[in-house]
């Protein structure tokens, strides 16, 4: 499959280490253990033979990226491929599942299952991991434009913008059968670019619009399907997008005109200071009341390069406004373990930054200088964060890098045999 040429131009850089490339070794399936729950198996997507199944001393974190016609794994430790690339024509979009184990692969209409092939099993006091050659399963969620996928409180939710279906499944479901676990289905009023998540005691929340525009959020009560009630809303949020969770459960929706924060049953507004002043890319953490988004004013604009971030404080409804100088795109976003503000900006460097106060604490040079394509879904630099480990591509050189966040140095670089576009992970 031939590969699509960056579109972002580069300063010059000393090249990185390169490592081996991807062995050409064919897609062995995967075992499902025989200690798993069981369950009815699929047809058409019967159980894998053992072969490719080991029992590991650990569990083993895998990492998924995605690029011009497939997707391939990597061990998130060493960076070295795991299996074989798996051909997937058109522009493929992955999110972890939530069960530590499998990738959810939007294709438009469908939500695609792949098996990363790396899970631990409970046994009592111990548990058991084990790692396997990763696999494209036949598994799918049935979805038209599948969009968002949100990982909360135990439940996954799946959002298809074609027809505002909203099917939410239990997390660890998914690993524990060869067969798609059951779900729950909502239908939102009207169709649009949207985004649910399930609440830890049941709600649901979902944003409001159509096709032709979006106006903000509504809060439903805990339930089953269609009989859900709504709780509250608040359509004070044209452009409704994005979402992130902070602290104490507080979800938040960016606007084109500020920010919107559900917690504790009310929706309050954080109003932009500007008349246009986007957020509508969100990162939240647990460990942080501040919820860090971008931060865009330029209405009219085919590609707005912002330099700004903005950090909504949950707690307070404040909104801190900080200049990095240099842009972002919307794939430099992302938390430390500790909820660190994190941004990768177009001069290469990561920031960390304090949430709370808003200062850059540190700036570690990672990749090249780069600029932003105007077209989204080209390749670009792009931060994954797995545990205290920051994970950045640099399409430019086929390049992924480790960069430990705890000594602010660059652990580990490797060259791919793809030129890589979006990255995610599972925990294995």
Known sequence: MSQKAPSFSLSPRSPRRPTRALAAVGLSALLLSACAAPGNQAASNPSPSTASTKEAGAPTPRLVYTYDGGLAALDAKTLEPVGAGTQLDGFNRVNPAGDGRHVLVSTGDAFRVFDVGAWTEPHGDHSHSYAADPRLTELAFEANKAGHVVRHAGKTVLFSDGSGKVESFASTDLAKA??????????????????????????????????????????????????????????????????????????????????????????????????????????????????????????????????????????????????????????????????????????????????????????????????????????????????????VTEPATRTIHAVDLKTGEVGKSVQLEHVPNELTGVEG
């Open 178 to 391: 060869n067969a798609l676990p059951a779900t729950d289905v909502y239908t939102t009023p009207e169709a649009h670019h949207g985004v649910a998540v399930e609440l830890e005691d049941g709600k649901l929340l979902v944003t409001l619009g159509n096709e032709e525009s979006r106006t903000g959020i509504a809060v439903l009560s805990a339930g089953k399907g269609q009989d859900r009630q709504e709780v509250v809303r608040n359509e004070d949020c044209p452009g409704v997008h994005g979402e992130a969770v902070a602290a104490g459960e507080a979800v938040v929706v960016g606007c084109t005109n500020g920010m919107l924060i559900y917690k504790d049953g009310a929706i309050t507004k954080v109003a932009s200071p500007d008349a246009y002043g986007r957020m509508g890319n969100q990162a939240g953490s647990e460990k942080s009341p501040v919820i860090l988004g971008d931060y865009k004013v330029d209405k009219a604009a085919k590609l707005e390069r912002p330099t700004r971030i903005s950090l909504v404080n949950t707690e307070t409804a404040k909104l801190q406004l900080v200049d990095l100088g240099t842009s972002y795109s919307f794939r430099s976003l992302g938390r430390g373990p500790s909820g660190e503000a994190l941004v990768l900006g177009t001069d290469g460097s990561l920031r960390i930054i304090d949430p709370l106060t808003g200062m850059v604490e540190k700036a570690i040079p990672v990749v090249s200088a780069w600029e932003e394509s105007e077209t989204w879904q080209d390749p670009r630099p792009t931060l994954f964060v797995q545990g205290s480990t920051a994970f």
